[in-house]
């Protein structure tokens, strides 16, 4: 099992910054990647950015060179920097870890406002 807290959703400006965090915790040497996704309104959930447990990344096209992903391994962390908020940004982020499972924090929402 692993468990997985969100922190650093919020209402911020477009334009502005934000940086979620996910703690991860449970059989966490058996994560072999983790990553951010989000649904919106009535849309179905979509990747956002992941980071392998080699380093590698990978961005949606809408978020690359403004998203950047990042893990701290001694804090079993993961997190996502987001700069030049859009306001199709806004959604419930979750935080997701794959051992071969996948496992899903609770979300946090951004809002980001015109």
């Known amino acids: 099992q692993v468990q997985l807290v969100e922190s650093g959703g919020g209402l911020v400006q477009a334009g502005g910054s934000l940086r979620l965090s996910c703690a991860a915790s449970?059989?966490?040497?058996?994560?072999?990647?983790m990553g951010w996704y989000r649904q919106a309104p009535g849309k179905q959930r979509e990747l956002v950015a992941s980071?392998?447990?080699?380093?590698?990344?990978v961005y949606a096209d809408s978020v690359k060179g403004r998203f950047t992903i990042s893990r701290d391994n001694a804090k079993n962390t993961v997190y996502l920097q987001m700069n030049s908020l859009k306001p199709e940004d806004t959604a419930v982020y979750y935080c997701?870890?794959?051992?071969?499972?996948?496992?899903w924090g609770k979300g946090t929402l951004v809002t980001v406002s015109s």
């Open positions: 997701n870890a794959v051992t071969g499972l996948n496992y």
């Open positions: 449970g059989i966490i040497f058996r994560i072999n990647a």
């Open positions: 980071v392998r447990s080699s380093g590698s990344t």
